[in-house]
């Protein structure tokens, strides 16, 4: 498995969201989204409060992300949908610079944790930073019927998701040399060896089982969405279930 580099697809992400966000009628900011409770100007929030943070560098102590996500919420009912919009004109360009400027290959101040990591290198935490502000933008255009946004964000959005997979199979046990190969967008292998979940690219012949989620489905089964089709199965059904209950999201 290879590093992903997503830092320079911050600044177009962010034109395409501006873009979106500027068309929005006064009635759809409250429609309701996937994510849970949150309208779409509850979800526009969440992802300036995420780029604030993330420009801001203050490490929480005992940080509770759905109490945090909660507050912010819950304050930014106070603030008009244009004056939301220009914030996160502002922020949201100005984050997707600062990523630009980190060195990929340093140690980053948070670790990726639905991977497992309490430390990770720069790259994977802005990969996954990446996840989280497309598929934010993504349950928006849900929303509000906008047309998907899928090139050139979706295959490196999956690809980082896909990095969650030991860790999903961490208590999963099966014979050493048991391989479960996933087709999304690209194929990968998760083998166990001496005790351990290993994932590489590409798919291995000898799979006992094998797990096919077509990639529009696959984004939404990781972010606690509805998949759009059911995942296709082949091989030892047991070997799918940690995968298929795997969240690639933050509380």
Excluded at 69 to 91: C, F, G, T
Excluded at 158 to 176: C, K, L, M, Q, W
Excluded at 211 to 222: E, G, M, Y
């Amino acid at each position: 498995m290879q590093p992903i580099l997503t830092a320079h697809l911050f600044a177009p992400l962010h034109y395409e969201l501006m873009a979106l966000l500027r068309r929005i009628r006064d009635e759809e900011w409250n429609a309701p989204t996937a994510a849970g409770s949150w309208t779409v100007k509850d979800l526009t929030a969440h992802l300036l409060d995420t780029a604030l943070r993330r420009l801001s560098q203050v490490p929480i102590p005992q940080f509770e992300p759905n109490a945090a996500n909660r507050d912010w919420i819950v304050a930014m009912q106070r603030v008009s949908p244009r004056i939301l919009v220009e914030l996160m004109d502002r922020y949201g360009a100005e984050q997707a610079a600062y990523l630009a400027s980190l060195d990929p290959f340093a140690t980053a101040m948070w670790g990726v944790t639905w991977a497992g990591e309490d430390q990770s290198p720069v790259w994977f935490d802005v990969a996954r930073e990446l996840t989280e502000r497309w598929h934010h933008q993504q349950q928006i255009r849900d929303a509000l019927a906008r047309p998907a946004l899928f090139d050139p964000y979706l295959r490196p959005v999956i690809d980082t998701f896909v990095r969650g997979v030991p860790h999903a199979y961490r208590e999963f046990s099966a014979d050493n040399e048991t391989a479960i190969a996933l087709r999304i967008t690209d194929a990968w292998t998760l083998r166990r060896s001496s005790g351990q979940w290993n994932l590489s690219a590409g798919e291995d012949a000898d799979a006992s089982a094998v797990v096919t989620i077509d990639p529009d489905s696959a984004w939404r089964l990781f972010t606690k969405g509805q998949a759009k089709n059911e995942p296709r199965l082949e091989g030892d059904r047991r070997l799918a279930e940690p995968l298929l209950k795997m969240i690639c999201v933050i509380g």
